[in-house]
Every structure is written in C-alpha cells, then in structure tokens.
C-alpha cells in the first residue's frame, strides 16, 4: 500500500510517498481502507518536534530520540471496512467509518487496522468521507475541554479562537449543552462562527476582551494563544478557565465519536472543512497548516489508483 512517511524531523519536506506493507487485521481488528484523513496542528508539531520549549524532552522521549518511532502520522480517517478478524462482532465489511488514532497515529496510509472496542463509529448517512475524518479530533478535544469547564445549560461560554478545527465543534457543542455562546475570532470569520450558533462575536482585531467587562463561566482557549491572566480577567466568581496548552491531552472514549455521530446526523454539529488536498499534496497542506490560519479542518482526499 501507498503512506506518507517521514524518517526525520524536520520541515514539511520530509513527508514522502512511498509503498510499504499492508496490514492484515488481528482476530479483534478491522481493516478500514482509508478514503481520507486530515492535517493539524498536532501533526506538524510532531513532524517537526517543535512544540513548546518545555515539552520538547518529552516529546523526544514519546516519539523518538534521533528518528520517529512511528513513521506513518495522522490521527483522523474516514473509510471502508475491507476485512474483519474472526472475533470481530461490532463491524461488518462494506461498512463506512470514522476513527481516530491518537498517538498510534498511521491515518496517512491507504489502509490501518483498528481494535474493533477501540475509537471508531459508524459514518451518518448525511456526512462525506472528508467531514467525517475532520471531526473527532476537534470534536473531542472540545468535549473533554467543555466538560472540564463544568459545561452546563444556561452558563456563559467564551470560545477564544472560535474558527479553528477545535473552536468551530467548541461553539456547536456548547450550544447543544445548551450554553450561551460568545466566540473570539478574526473579521473574516466572523460570520462562520455566528453561522454555527454563536449568540455573540467578537473581533479580536477589534476589540479588547479585558476592556469589555463582560464575564463568563467559562473560558475556553481553543487555541493556546491567549495568555492565561487576560483570559482570567473574564471569568465570572467560581467561574472556569481551559485551555488546550498547559492542561494535559483530552482523554477520548469511544461514547464521545458516538456523540459526534448522533449529533452529525441531526445537523447539530457540521464539520467545517477550509481546504482539501490529494495525498500527493501532503507537503502543501502540513505548510498551510503551519501559517495558523486555517478554518476548521483541512482535508486529504485517500485515492487508491495513484502510482509512485
């Protein structure tokens, strides 16, 4: 099968395509035959080994001193079921799926093999193969961030970075809790986040949130570039402050992916897709990323008839 693999760290130039083995599923495994899967910020981070100053030790130590441990990246996908083990009760082979991979990684790969118990779900009838792979990673990631707030009906949400992958699922899902929603965001996407529930916006290029004297019950850096005492300044008493840097990885269950698939196929939560990419387009795509100014997820389309 066809992967983009890296053998070092580096900048977007050591992605390449190549043929490696194809898995075959173990007696509690599916095969998915990958259709598309997806670039973050979490994936150029690791391609490059420059998160922050503090955490580069550790990541060398998870990842790899001198060379990846794991050379195939990628967290998100969309697929086929092609194969099943023979303790396999939950998938059937035609079946569509999403799935996320976390730090086994291994989704920019035409195929991956998945514990059948393990974080993936049935695609909604309504959704694509590229929203599908787009969701889990934002979507859970503003679950278990929401949730950490204490997220509750009738509470103040601020989303600070409201049009990334994790802001736009922050401001659909706080709203399905049934929060009243403020999102932060550029003058370009301004309307993108009003059209995804936001009760109020807020120009950043604009306007100062310490200045504003508003207060919320929580305050949601879905991007970790807002510094930790201005985003202070707008809590309400006992109210709550989260962040995507500083605070731990989210922990992702299986009944969050359910989540994201009830809610899907309702139209309570839309998948906000800014680009798509052809595999072979892998290098573009982790040097768009990397600009920090995507909308929601950008896409990679899986073909299966490309030659090396």
Do not use: W
């Not at 509690?28 to 910020?41: D, Q, R, Y």
Request: with cysteine.
């Amino acid at each position: 099968m066809k992967a983009i693999v890296y053998t070092k760290y580096g900048p977007a130039d050591v992605l390449e395509l190549r043929e490696v083995e194809k898995p075959a599923p173990k007696e509690n495994e599916v095969l998915i035959k990958i259709h598309a899967t997806t670039v973050n910020s979490g994936d150029c981070r690791v391609r490059g080994l420059n998160g922050p100053f503090l955490y580069r030790i550790p990541m060398r130590i998870m990842m790899g001193f001198r060379k990846p441990r794991k050379p195939i990246l990628g967290v998100e996908l969309a697929g086929e079921i092609e194969a099943v083990g023979k303790n396999v009760t939950r998938y059937k082979v035609g079946e569509k799926v999403f799935a996320f991979t976390g730090m086994r990684f291994g989704a920019y790969a035409e195929y991956s093999c998945l514990c059948e118990d393990g974080l993936l779900a049935l695609i909604p009838g309504n959704v694509t193969y590229e929203e599908a792979a787009a969701v889990s990673f934002g979507g859970t990631t503003a679950l278990h961030f929401l949730r950490k707030g204490n997220i509750q009906s009738a509470r103040k949400v601020l989303v600070y970075g409201a049009s990334g992958a994790v802001g736009t699922a922050a401001v659909q899902l706080a709203k399905y809790f049934g929060a009243e929603v403020t999102g932060v965001c550029s003058t370009a996407n301004l309307e993108l986040v009003k059209s995804l529930g936001a009760d109020k916006v807020i120009d950043y290029t604009k306007e100062d949130l310490a200045k504003r004297g508003e207060l919320y019950d929580i305050v949601f850096d879905a991007v970790g570039k807002r510094s930790r005492s201005k985003c202070k300044q707008a809590l309400a008493p006992n109210g709550q402050y989260v962040s995507v840097v500083g605070q731990g990885i989210a922990k992702v269950r299986t009944e969050d992916l359910l989540l994201l698939k009830e809610l899907m196929e309702k139209g309570a939560l839309k998948p906000i897709i800014d680009r798509r990419y052809s595999f072979e387009q892998m290098s573009d795509a982790h040097r768009y990323v990397e600009k920090g100014h995507k909308t929601g997820c950008v896409a990679i389309t899986v073909g299966h008839d490309r030659k090396l």
